[in-house]
């Protein structure tokens, strides 16, 4: 299976077409992809909290958005999640590379990746985490619960998920 | 002349038309001055005030105004190059810079010092930037929303507050009659 494709397909598939990025390695393939869909507009953003400036802008506008962005930003976008995403009730989906967990070789990461769940528990964002490939199964059902309940939800995706960092 | 006097001034014009709020004083004295369901007052994040306009310029076709702050723009410097690599002609930024942070007390941003933001918006690749003091706003900014191009217009004024209540409009119900707004 080409994880890839299969985030850019489900996210299509729910009509998701404002998306936006900041990359990270592990991101790089399905940033990629997302670029080379005609259904998707892809705005690469400067900073993670004013992706979801434009992300929030877009909703109003009609659009379902999402951001592709790495758990590093967490720590970046808190004050917007709680007082934007979260407190005029707007969906988003969050698809995260979750750096510093196994099978990662650097190790400034880890010290965001000991936060990363807790921070998000503390904001009540839904938090999926895939580790094993087949884990993606799961993401159109994700997606379909983001737009139903109107919330940011996080989709934390390590290295194994992506096949290793550099190691394999 | 002060934010609320410019305000005053422009709020016929910007009345048909979407309109994205920056957080504290401003949003509190569009709101006093001319509520209605085409704006959206931020009553936090400050900063984002240009980042949501822009995404809704960009989702649909009608005419976007972001009114935003010298101070928030400085914090979210990140969005001129976003928006100047992306034009789209609905948008107009509107920059009210008075030098300061004006809903904390108007202490002096870097704006008002050696920083010049229409310098700032024209390096990071913003073709259409227009500097004009507070008594010329009008004709520039009803200009600015005819034309195709998408215009960044960086309003020199003083700093300046008048008193005034908060919002207490639910976030929810702002953003539903906002959405209905841009929907009709
Ligand atoms: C992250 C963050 N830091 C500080 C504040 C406090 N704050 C609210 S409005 C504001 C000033 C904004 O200044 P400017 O954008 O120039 O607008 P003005 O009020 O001068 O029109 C500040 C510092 C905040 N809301 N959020
Ligand atoms: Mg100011």
Known sequence: ?168 | MIRSEILKEIAPILNPHLVVCNIGLPSQELHMIDDNERNFYMLGTMGLSSSIGFGLALAQDKPVISIDGDGSVLTNLGTLPTIANNATGNYTLLIIDNGSYGSTGDQPTYAGMKTNLTDVARACGCDNVIEVQDKDLGPVLQGAIDSDEMTIIVCKCDSGNIKLPVITLDPVVIRHRFMEAVKA
């Open chain 1, 1 to 168: 299976m080409n994880i890839d494709k299969k985030i850019a397909d489900d996210l299509v598939a729910n009509d998701v077409s404002f998306i936006t990025t900041v990359p990270c390695k592990q991101l790089a393939g399905v940033i990629e992809e997302v670029e080379k869909r005609d259904d998707i507009f892809h705005i690469p953003s400067n900073k993670e909290d004013e992706g979801m400036g434009l992300c929030a802008g877009a909703f109003m506008g009609g659009k379902r958005p999402a951001i592709i962005m790495q758990n590093t930003a967490i720590g970046v976008t808190i004050n917007t999640l709680a007082t934007l995403t979260q407190f005029y009730r707007m969906p988003l989906p969050m698809i995260i590379s979750y750096r510093g967990e196994l099978r990662e070789p650097v190790a400034c990461q880890v010290e965001m990746a000991v936060h990363t769940k807790a921070l998000l528990a503390q904001l009540n964002i839904p938090t999926y985490h895939f580790h094993w490939q087949k884990d993606v199964e799961e993401f159109d059902n994700i997606l379909k619960y983001t737009f139903m309940s109107n919330k940011p939800v996080a989709i934390l995706t390590d290295a194994n998920f992506w096949g290793g960092y550099g190691d394999q």
